[in-house]
């Protein structure tokens, strides 16, 4: 497997612009994370999704970021419009269940919105 | 907020020397795993331990759980440069993963 698999790996943008990462999951994993990092916040859960269905985004800073899984083998984290506190490394991960199993991370998506 | 948190933030140590760094959490938990990240890269798993576990090795990777103090610590032993790295733990609290702040881990050749 190739691993957890993420784009765009650099994104440069400026502000009032959409922006979309994609993400792709190990196949058979059944749960997929969006992790947010920066210096100062460190790493922020954002949103988790458990077979395809949002499960807890109490993580997502506002109603300018979305998520969305409409398969198993796809995800998408938009924010709508970007402004320059958003930029961060933005991380997918997933896992075969939850709690005792393992965390695979994608290379990240960093994010400079200008 | 049920992040922990790592301490040092920063260390700097000769390879060849043991590297110890250690993690403090909130509240009760189910596991608690460590996870490397290199610079510009993701996060790599490299240990997990349970609840009811107080020690567990993995090669040069000894790692202690105290429950009770709500603390563990990861140690590495002969330090190597290729360790240079940023070291997270994560704690589950049921479905959900929280990271602490990290140690930066710098080993001088």
């Known amino acids: 497997d190739a691993g957890v698999i993420q784009s765009p790996r650099h994104e440069v943008t400026e502000m009032g612009q959409e922006v979309t990462l994609r993400c792709k999951p190990i196949?058979?994993?059944?749960?997929l994370f969006w992790y947010r990092q920066t210096m100062m916040r460190g790493l922020e859960l954002l949103i988790y999704?458990?077979?395809?269905?949002?499960?807890?985004d109490s993580g997502m800073p506002e109603d300018r970021f979305s998520a969305k899984m409409p398969n198993a083998s796809f995800s998408t984290l938009k924010i709508q419009p970007s402004e320059p506190r958003d930029s961060a490394v933005y991380f997918c991960?997933?896992?075969?269940?939850?709690?005792?199993?393992?965390?695979?991370f994608g290379a990240g998506s960093r994010l400079t919105v200008l | 907020s049920q992040q922990g948190e790592e301490d040092p933030q920063a260390l700097s140590i000769q390879e060849g020397e043991n590297a110890t760094m250690n993690c403090s959490y909130k509240?009760?938990?189910?596991?608690l795993q460590w996870y490397r990240q290199n610079s510009g890269r993701g996060l790599v798993h490299l240990i997990l331990i349970r609840s009811n576990e107080r020690e567990k090795h993995s090669g040069r990777l000894r790692v202690t759980l105290d429950t009770s103090k709500k603390s563990s610590s990861l140690l590495i032993t002969a330090s190597r440069a290729a360790d240079t790295a940023s070291y997270f733990c994560?704690?589950?609290?049921?479905?959900?993963?929280?990271f602490g702040t990290g140690t930066s881990l710098t080993v001088i050749p």
């Open positions: 509240t009760s938990i189910n596991n």
């Open positions: 196949s058979g994993h059944d749960y």
């Open positions: 994560a704690t589950d609290a049921g479905n959900q993963f929280y």
């Open positions: 991960a997933s896992s075969l269940g939850a709690g005792a199993n393992v965390l695979t």
């Open positions: 999704f458990n077979n395809n269905v949002p499960i807890d």
